[in-house]
T-cell receptor, first 108, second 117 residues
Framework: EIVLTQSPGTLSLSPGERATLSCRAS???????LAWYQQKPGQAPRLLIS???SRATGIPDRFSGSGSGTDFTLTISRLEPEDFAVYYC?????????FGQGTKVEIK | QVQLQQWGAGLLKPSETLSLTCAVY????????WNWIRQPPGKGLEWIGE???????NYTPSLKSRVTISVDTSKNQFSLKLSSVTAADTAVYYC???????????WGQGTMITVSS
């Protein structure tokens, strides 16, 4: 089973700042099958990024993903008020599909 | 616009069987994998298992002995049964779909399941 470790656990930033979230895998993620999701309280997760770097339909271009192998990054170029939420990475290259523990982006 | 609508009993006693159903509206049922994921209160996401229209299943090893996912293609529905529940199974349960080598793009609204004596 691939274990995903996200860092930091919490990121305290102000609107307009840049957010950089990390996801490290315990072994190489097959074919870059790494996704990022955003979750707000009381809501289901929303797909942001698939294939490590491809934005899902309707996702603003301030969200970008990068990385390969075992190290992946989600960057939010300029935080908008609606971006404060919890972000999860997930690998879907090797069953069982697994999630990271999440990074909370909170308002400073 | 594809929507997933899920339902099931929200309060269970220890040792009972959890039962949830998810219906697919507004889109094709075929060609996708239909998934169940859960999230304990205040914690992260855990994938439970998936099924395709042919009934082929894939479960996470830690729950495999207690989980059954089934499909009813005539109703565009799929279901989750989790037997012998304990307090550790208390969580919000989500249904979701994925297409081939793609992640989960459509999710249900979530159902809170509480296990308590």
């Amino acid at each position: 089973e691939i274990v995903l470790t996200q860092s930091p656990g919490t990121l305290s930033l102000s609107p307009g700042e840049r957010a950089t979230l990390s996801c490290r895998a315990s072994q190489s993620v097959s074919s870059g099958y790494l996704a990022w999701y955003q979750q707000k309280p009381g809501q289901a997760p929303r797909l942001l990024i698939s294939g490590a770097s491809s934005r899902a339909t309707g996702i603003p271009d301030r969200f970008s993903g990068s990385g390969s192998g075992t190290d992946f990054t989600l960057t939010i170029s300029r935080l908008e008020p609606e971006d404060f939420a919890v972000y999860y990475c997930q690998q879907y290259g090797s069953s069982p599909w697994t999630f990271g523990q999440g990074t909370k982006v909170e308002i400073k | 616009q594809v929507q997933l609508q899920q339902w099931g009993a929200g309060l269970l006693k220890p040792s009972e069987t959890l039962s949830l159903t998810c219906a697919v509206y507004g889109g094709s049922f075929s060609g996708y994998y239909w998934n169940w994921i859960r999230q304990p209160p205040g914690k992260g996401l855990e994938w439970i298992g998936e099924i395709n229209q042919s009934g082929s299943t894939n479960y996470t090893p830690s729950l495999k002995s207690r989980v059954t996912i089934s499909v009813d293609t005539s109703k565009n529905q799929f279901s989750l049964k989790l037997s012998s529940v304990t307090a550790a199974d208390t969580a919000v349960y989500y249904c979701a779909r994925r297409l081939g080598s793609n992640p989960w793009d459509i999710w249900g609204q979530g159902t809170m399941i509480t296990v308590s004596s």
